[in-house]
């Protein structure tokens, strides 16, 4: 069966500081990769997804994420978080025939000035 | 372009009673989706209409849950009898499928309906 792991569940940085969120992913065939945010009181929305080619995706805000294929993962990445990226985020995967996702458990973010 | 509305966006019964969460998606989405998020758990897949069809009902957790799509617009997500472990958070999702393939790319989704069962 599919399933998606956020190794890390709340994180707290500083403002300025680097971001890196680890996602993995078990699937057996071809899959699309996603992030989504929400940020509070707010709905999901995509952060950046990845379907084929260039495996360094960019996203909004100056968010990146990279897919590697030996290690099923599709880390998330910022050089500089500002406090606007106070949210939780997840990562997410689709079998390449359906928009059907499989979640991971949500990374909480806090960003303290 | 109004985006994914879901209603009402917090609701709290009692264990037994019945409870209906409405799911209007963009206009012009085939594809809706009906996700579930419990307390620090993951999103699960509930359901995936496509027009007025049920797709996927796979991840439906038992009979007491009941959704329906009318005319392949608004769609509803009925619980009856509401019990304590439905408590949640119920994300509704809707997305293009202008070739067929089934695969568009992103999802759009509400911002959610909070379910507490006391």
């Known amino acids: ?15 300025a500081a680097s971001l890196e969120l680890g996602c993995n992913y078990s699937y057996g065939g071809t899959v699309n990769l996603f992030w989504y945010v929400q940020y509070p009181g ?3 929305q995509l952060l950046l997804k990845y379907f084929s080619g260039d495996p360094l995706v960019k996203g909004i805000k100056g968010f990146e994420a990279e897919f590697i294929k030996s290690k099923f993962s599709f880390n998330l990445r910022k050089p500089s978080v500002q406090w606007s990226d106070t949210a939780e985020y ?12 499989i979640f991971g458990t949500g990374t909480r973010l806090q960003v303290f000035p | 372009e109004a985006g994914v509305t879901q209603f009402p966006s917090h609701s709290v019964i ?10 209007d998606p963009i206009s012009g989405h085939d594809n809706l989706y009906w996700y579930r998020r419990v307390m620090g758990k ?19 957790p038992n009979n007491r849950f009941l959704a329906e ?8 997500l009925k619980v009856q ?16 499928d202008p070739s067929g393939s089934g695969t568009t790319g992103e999802l759009f989704f509400g911002e959610g309906s909070r379910l507490t069962v006391l």
């Open chain 1, 1 to 15: 069966a599919q399933s998606v792991s956020q190794h890390n569940h709340h994180v707290i940085l500083s403002e």
């Open chain 1, 42 to 44: 707010q709905h999901l």
């Open chain 1, 90 to 101: 997840f990562c997410a995967v689709n079998a390449r025939n359906t928009d059907k996702l």
């Open chain 2, 14 to 23: 009692e264990k037994g009673q019945t409870v209906t969460l409405r799911c």
């Open chain 2, 42 to 60: 993951e999103i699960k897949f509930l359901l995936h209409f496509v027009k007025e069809s049920k797709q996927d009902e796979s991840g439906m």
């Open chain 2, 69 to 76: 799509r009318t005319g392949g617009t608004y769609s509803t």
């Open chain 2, 81 to 96: 009898p509401a019990e304590l472990e439905d408590s949640g958070v119920y994300f509704c999702a809707s997305s293009q």
